[in-house]
């Protein structure tokens, strides 16, 4: 299901990226037009990992990264949400808190650290890679706007507030994630965050198997 659901985003977000950025060439847009074609190779940065660096990015990564940029990046950037629908860009940060959360927890059962570390550590640690994840964007858009001229984090209109949102956003779902992990553990009912985990460390140990014939 996850193959598919992989494939099926990285279709859809291809081509309409194609069709936008020739339609932006045409508008002689060019900025436009670039952050339109950026989409391909970003779609396809989880295989592109794996093929030039051999680095091995689990299925469930590669779900959790995929949906975000098709969001984000497609649906935001390049279909213009961000300026048509009132909000969203929140919605789309507060979305980013919730999927790095899930991004720690992977990392921490690639690590061989999920049982050898308490409840507690767990919970700081995603808490702790979301609020990285956060602040190495807004780099990333401080940086881009520097360099474009251009004013993706809003400092001419809000100054530092937009910014500070945005973290702030990512930051409280980090703190829904844990407060769900902690009640799932506490309760010893593997449902959503739990079972996700489970079925990370299946994957990463069947693959270790494969690696060792």
Not at 15 to 27: A, E, L, T, V
Not at 73 to 88: A, E, K, Q, R
Not at 126 to 148: K, M, P, Q, R, V
Not at 163 to 179: E, K, N, P, Y
């Amino acid at each position: 299901m996850n193959k598919k659901l992989n494939n099926l985003l990285i279709v859809i977000a291809i081509i309409g990226g194609i069709i936008c950025g020739i339609s932006r060439m045409i508008d002689q847009n060019i900025y436009g037009a670039l952050i339109c074609f950026a989409i391909i190779p970003v779609m396809l940065a989880p295989s592109l990992l794996k093929q030039l660096f051999h680095i091995e990015v689990t299925m469930q990564m590669a779900t959790i990264y995929l949906i975000f940029v098709f969001f984000a990046h497609f649906l935001g950037s390049i279909l213009d949400l961000y300026h048509m629908v009132p909000g969203y860009d929140k919605i789309m940060h507060f979305l980013s808190g919730m999927l790095s959360a899930f991004v720690g927890f992977i990392i921490l059962v690639k690590m061989k650290q999920y049982k050898k570390s308490s409840l507690w550590y767990h919970i700081i640690f995603i808490i702790a890679i979301t609020l990285s994840i956060a602040s190495l964007w807004e780099f990333y858009e401080f940086i881009c706007d520097h360099l474009f001229g251009k004013d993706a984090q809003n400092v001419l209109t809000t100054g530092v507030d937009d910014t500070m949102l945005d973290m702030i956003m990512a930051f409280l779902a980090s703190i829904i994630v844990s407060i769900g992990y902690y009640i799932e553990v506490a309760k010893h009912k593997g449902t959503i965050i739990t079972g996700f985990i489970k079925e990370v460390g299946e994957e990463h140990a069947n693959r270790r198997r494969i690696k060792r014939k």
